[in-house]
Structure formats: structure tokens, C-alpha cells
């Protein structure tokens, strides 16, 4: 008896059209992270806004979220796939809870974990299309790192992603220091966001800070910052550029 190889019809499900598909390029996504240390933990900040393109679409999106017991996660790209990164880690701490050993994983264990999951994406040319920062404090320890879409990572006292790391990290780099108070550390963030808002067109001017201690996460209710727009150099910006 012979088999036959039945040939699958051009518009069939499982023919050529149906191959698997790469993420080419976001469709809504969120802007800048900033995040830093203060003396009693981390503080992290990000507005809420999520972009379908150009068009500021979405403006209540959080993209800030505690991470076990010890960590912080914030995330600039592609919202569906930071949905898909805290479904990873959501089974990743289900199976930490389930040993019951008293033991719980730390912001450097979810760092290294999150910096091994956007690597082995990028290997696969199908990355998860965000800009990752994690903070957290375990055992009176401080950390705080950032991971890119193709597992790009470090660790510092003070990071960002997106536009911050343009307009936002040279403020930091200049104000901040390891004794800051909360207020202070606050009043920090709010500047670089307000840089941000003037300068980035994603931005928008409603924000949350959320800071992670030892003894655990809180995230602010959203709300905005005073601006001025009257600036010289906001009513003319082409002044003095080529060809103005």
C-alpha cells in the first residue's frame, strides 16, 4: 500500500502563510523609566501614557509592577510584551513560593532571570520589545539594573531607559548622591520627568513614583506636574537652526 503526501491548498491553514511571525516593530508602547537609589531603598518613575504609533492612544497605562517580595519592575516598548514578561515572572515566583523554604528570590535573581529571557528571545530573532528596569532591596541590600530588549545589562546607581537615557541620566548623574532622602529623591524624579515631558512627544504629564523598601512596595496614585511653558526658546525653536 502507498501513502500519498495530500498537497495542502495555497490559502490552507498550514501552508506557507502560516509560518511564524516576528515582532518587526511595536504597535503600543510606553516611554521613558527612571529609576534610582535613595538611602532607604529605590525609587522608580514613569508616566502613563501608551502610544499606538504616533498617536497618544492610551493614557492609564501602568507599567510599574512589585515582582515577589523584594522587587520592583518597570518597563518602557511594547506593552503585550511586558504583559507576556509578567507572565513569566508570575510562574516564576508560583514555582520560588512552592519549594516553602523560607527563602524567596531577590532583585538580583529576577535581574539575572529577566537578562537570560530577553538574550534567549533575541537569539531567536523574535524579541520581547522592551527596555526593562528592576530594583529592590534584600537583606539591607540596594539593587538596581537595567536589562535591554537584546539582554544588554548593567547595574548602577541611577538608570533609565528610552529618552531618559539622553535627557534625563545627565541630571542624575549630577544630583544624585548615595544620602538622598525620600523627598529629595522624589523631587529628583519629578525633574527629569518634567525634562522628559518638555522634550519628548510620547510623554504625558501624568505620572506615578513607586519606591520598594525593606519592608515592601508602595506605587503613588497617578498625578501631574506644575509646568511652564513660556520659555524663550519654546516659542521659537527653529531659531537659529540651518535653513530657519
Not at 509592577?65 to 506593552?79: R, T, V, Y
Not at 531577590?106 to 524579541?127: I, Q, S
Request: glycine residues 10%; hydrophobic residues 35%; charged residues 20%.
Amino acid at each position: 500500500m502507498q501513502f500519498m503526501a495530500s498537497k495542502q491548498p495555497e490559502n490552507s491553514l498550514l501552508g506557507p502563510e502560516s509560518d511564524s511571525q516576528r515582532t518587526l516593530y511595536p504597535y503600543v508602547t510606553g516611554t521613558s523609566v527612571v529609576a534610582l537609589k535613595y538611602k532607604d531603598g529605590i525609587l522608580m518613575a514613569a508616566d502613563m501614557g501608551g502610544s499606538y504609533g504616533s498617536t497618544l492612544r492610551y493614557k492609564s497605562v501602568e507599567r510599574m509592577k512589585p515582582i515577589g517580595k523584594h522587587s520592583l519592575l518597570g518597563a518602557s516598548g511594547e506593552i503585550s510584551d511586558f504583559q507576556e514578561i509578567l507572565h513569566y515572572l508570575d510562574e516564576l515566583i508560583l514555582y520560588d513560593n512552592m519549594w516553602d523554604d523560607g527563602n524567596s528570590l531577590g532583585p538580583k535573581e529576577v535581574h539575572n532571570y529577566l537578562t537570560r529571557v530577553m538574550y534567549n528571545r533575541r537569539n531567536k530573532f523574535n524579541p520581547l520589545w522592551n527596555s526593562l528596569v528592576l530594583g529592590g532591596v534584600k537583606n539591607g541590600q540596594k539593587y538596581l539594573g537595567t536589562v535591554s530588549m537584546i539582554g544588554v545589562n548593567f547595574e548602577d546607581n541611577h538608570v533609565a531607559t528610552g529618552f531618559g537615557n539622553h535627557l534625563a541620566r545627565p541630571i542624575l548623574r549630577q544630583e544624585w548622591h548615595e544620602n538622598l532622602s525620600f523627598e529629595d529623591g522624589v523631587r529628583l524624579l519629578e525633574k527629569c520627568m518634567r525634562v522628559l515631558l518638555y522634550r519628548d512627544r510620547s510623554a504625558i504629564n501624568k505620572l506615578q513614583i513607586a519606591k520598594i523598601t525593606e519592608e515592601g512596595s508602595t506605587i503613588s496614585q497617578p498625578y501631574s506636574l506644575k509646568t511652564y511653558w513660556e520659555f524663550s526658546a519654546f516659542a521659537n525653536p527653529a531659531q537659529g537652526a540651518v535653513g530657519s
